[in-house]
């Protein structure tokens, strides 16, 4: 535990992200990677003065979105952390599958979405100074190695191990577990007895690229020793390099005329798919629902 817990304390120090007062929001799906997370953070947090406060999103997939807000809810107490749930279905009238079908698109795309803006603006609502993922390096691997393959050079500045924060728009990202392996990850949150679910989500994608790029690198592990290591903390001290390919594209960032929150246009794609699946852009609404659900945090009151 000591050993996982040094690396996740060089990625926070390194952010800037232990200082005393700092507030971090952790998203807790239920999975072993962001229970491991939620309890490094919890220990490391509690020795600096730091804040963490953890949110799961009720996606609304059965028994599968019942069984994860148990775990997350249980990882949560165990480390008496406070703990906003936001069941997506009675915000927005309609689960994340139902959405993804009225839009005619992928479940994963519609579910990345909408928890990308819940995050954020759960962030911005909570005064957050960061937001921490549950990305694991075998993650971080199979997802730059995709963008690569794939010519997407500028998406690649956004997984290092820390972003930076757009005031009154978007909350730094951190992303704690970054030198953490998956296998380090799971033997982490056994060890530490943190709940966590074991099941896979019902609408995840047969045989992703990113698995086949995990498979891949797995092998070179077992013949190379020292390569995923390596290959992480080259990508960390090479961000720059992609950084300025993304500025070289030319977004401005943008503030939503719907929600208020980061965009690329006029409005962002949250409210664009709210308003084109559920009749009106739900942006503003969600944020008023979050502001109420941290509020409930800031008097150290229980949710329902």
């Not at 009675?90 to 599958?97: N, R």
Request: proline content about 4%.
């Amino acid at each position: 535990m000591e050993f996982i817990e040094r690396k996740v304390e060089r990625v926070l120090r390194r952010a800037g992200a232990l200082r005393r007062g700092a507030r971090l929001l952790a998203a807790v799906s239920g999975g072993k990677d962001s229970a491991a997370m939620l309890t490094a953070l919890a220990r490391i947090a509690k020795r600096h003065g730091v804040e963490v406060v953890g949110l799961h999103l009720v996606l609304g997939f059965g028994p599968y979105s019942r069984k994860s807000r148990e775990a997350a809810e249980g990882a949560c107490k165990v480390d008496s952390i406070p703990c906003i749930v936001l069941d997506v279905e009675e915000v927005l009238g309609a689960p994340v599958h139902v959405i993804a079908r009225r839009a005619r698109r992928p479940v994963c795309s519609v579910c990345g979405l909408v928890k990308r803006y819940v995050i954020n603006a759960a962030a911005v609502e909570l005064g957050a100074d960061y937001v921490a993922m549950g990305h694991n390096a075998d993650d971080i691997i199979a997802y730059t190695v995709k963008m690569f393959l794939n010519q997407d050079l500028a998406a690649i500045a956004k997984l290092g191990p820390s972003t930076e924060s757009i005031e009154g728009l978007a909350v730094a990202r951190l992303r704690p577990l970054y030198e953490v392996t998956e296998k380090e990850s799971l033997l982490y949150a056994i060890v530490s007895s943190t709940p966590f679910l074991h099941e896979e989500c019902p609408f995840r994608p047969v045989a992703p690229i990113e698995e086949r790029v995990k498979e891949f690198m797995n092998r070179v592990e077992e013949e190379h020793p020292g390569m995923k290591i390596n290959y992480i903390r080259k990508l960390a001290s090479n961000i720059e390099v992609y950084k300025k390919i993304a500025e070289a594209e030319e977004w401005e960032a943008q503030r939503c005329k719907s929600c208020g929150l980061l965009s690329a246009g006029d409005e962002c794609s949250f409210c664009r798919l709210t308003r084109r699946t559920l009749g009106e852009a739900k942006g503003l609404h969600v944020r008023r629902v979050v502001r109420e659900l941290a509020s409930r945090i800031a008097m150290g009151e229980q949710q329902d």
